[in-house]
RNA sequence: GCGACCGUAGUCCAGUGGUUAGGACGGAUGCUUCCCAAGCCUCUGACCCGGGUUCGAAUCCCGGCGGUCGCACCA
């Protein structure tokens, strides 16, 4: 065994230990489904912490949350109903999958809108076989990634579990650009579950059907893709893969976005953003890496776009994705509900703009229309000048057409003052997959000690489920009462304690190491009288240094350590 | 979804038709002034589920569920 991580030992401890157990083992387990023990609880809730403390704290942003299960209108506005979905239809003789709707396609005019029904009718009625053993084909089957359900009483109204919290930022765009008050930028977070309905989940942890998402959405202006803090990162390194090659660079933020690697200077500044995150974390910095999408591979939804990748045992491993959405979602959301969803870019002095205008005749057109005639006038004046054709305007109110000759309108030339501009904000995404990250953490600190014999788990102090062992040196004598009474000073909801008085203290050191507790207090003699009296020792896991502290500094002493004071400058 | 292999205490392994399923580690308890998994006592705890064959099944057969790996699928 050797420094990395033996993913079957790490896996052991984390069941054994309370990180994680695979969900339902009582009734025999379910794939890809995990639930989080009270350690892992713990560690995971360190995680969102800090996420918080770098997205809410440091950006300002703000967090909502929203519904796990959505009517089916979002996903169709999102394209995850049609990216989603496909039929499948297996070979009955060599078992092979194919996508049903791709068999038809030399044959058949819209495959994509075809029924299962259809589609099964088309293979016989064209003699469509497989194409690997021209075996025949089995039944049409729709396939679809997420989980389906139905809202309410009875069938009318098909909801799905969200494959991505993102979609609850969009639909409430509104709502949180008025609590905004209507500026950009404007950051919103969100965590929660998402649900993905995988054919056939791996890799432990890595593909989960039901995972935690710590997510991002950023609107900001499509024409100013600049950040304030932008300085401040600009000469920050990171470890990049474009897409132009395989090779790796290694470039400043800066360099990254002057030699067009990033995209632009806000997307640049969230994947400095997030290697700050990851680092603060503990992902280790040689087992981290940005790899920008190919073309081919970008979601339907992205415009660019970056994945954190870490180096585990199953190999590279995308645990965040940082990208740039343009205006796909709010353009889709607006488009399909009716609604604007555009942000009112105000300049900063107003314009004198002179243009080409169609300008309505209502002298002419009120007795040659009467009570039609406002309604003609008003999509008369939403028409532009290249829409007159041979002098003529052809308008459609409520299905009718109405040919209109020159005299009802004039083309002239206006102007205006404008004061701004309509604009669909573009959205930067940070998406963190926060099982993978909590996955890489351990395996990223996990630590087989050949001198002690067992493993360890470097976890930082801050994401560290239990921050310090207190232990009696035996439990009597009055050792464990000084030590029970320091434990209760120390342990609290953010700096968890755990008491031990049993087996040898070298044992319970051990315990402590394997959970990945960055220190212990222990009560010995010279706690209770002699020089020392009043003093316990406390030890570093790294290092296994100890020192003596005062029993009644305890707490402090702990908090301040988890806030970043050095061991040695105690 | 297909194929191969696999399924025994919390963990790792033994048992391959026949008494009460055995060990190690772990966990609990007690003793020893016990600072790095020390020693000793005692205790705890398992044959994935269902059916079949058999006088008798953890063991053989069938089915299911689950796992690992490969293929396929997927971010």
Redesign the pocket.
Known sequence: MNKEADGNELM?IC??RGFIWPSFELY?????MFDYGPLGCTMKNNILEVWRDIYKGREGFVEIDSETVNPAEVFKASGHVDE?S?YMT?CTQC???FRADHLVKNFCENPDTMSPAELEGAFSEFGIKCPECGGDLGKVEEFN?MFKTTIGPGSARVGYLRPETAQGIFVNFQNLYRYNREKLPLGVIQTGRGYRN???P???MI?MREFNMMEVELFVDPHDKGWSRFPEVEDEELVLVPNTGTDTVVKTVGQAVEEGIIANRVLAYFVCTTKQLLLRLGIDADRLRFRQ?LKD?MAHYAADCWDAEVLLSYGWT?ITGIADRGCWDLSRHSQFSGSDLSHFDRFDEPKEMTFMKVQANHRMLGPAFKGKAKDIAAALEAKTPEDVRDGKIVLNISGEDIVLTSEYFEVKEVTEKVTGERVVPHVIEPSHGLDRIFYSLLEHSYFYDEK????VLRLRPEVAPIKVGVFP???K?GLDVLAKEIYDKVHSTMTEAYYDG??????R???MD?IGTPWCI?V??ESLEGPDKGTV?I?ERDT?D?KRIPADKAAETVRNLVGGLGFSDL
């Open positions: 052991a069941k054994r025999g387990g379910v794939a890809g989603f496909d297996y078992q092979l999958p990634l995988e054919i056939s791996r890799q432990g593909r999408h591979e995308e002690r014999e067992y493993s040196l035996m439990e004598d049993s087996g040898t203290i070298g044992k050191y051990a315990r394997e222990t010995d003699y020792t030890r296994g100890q």
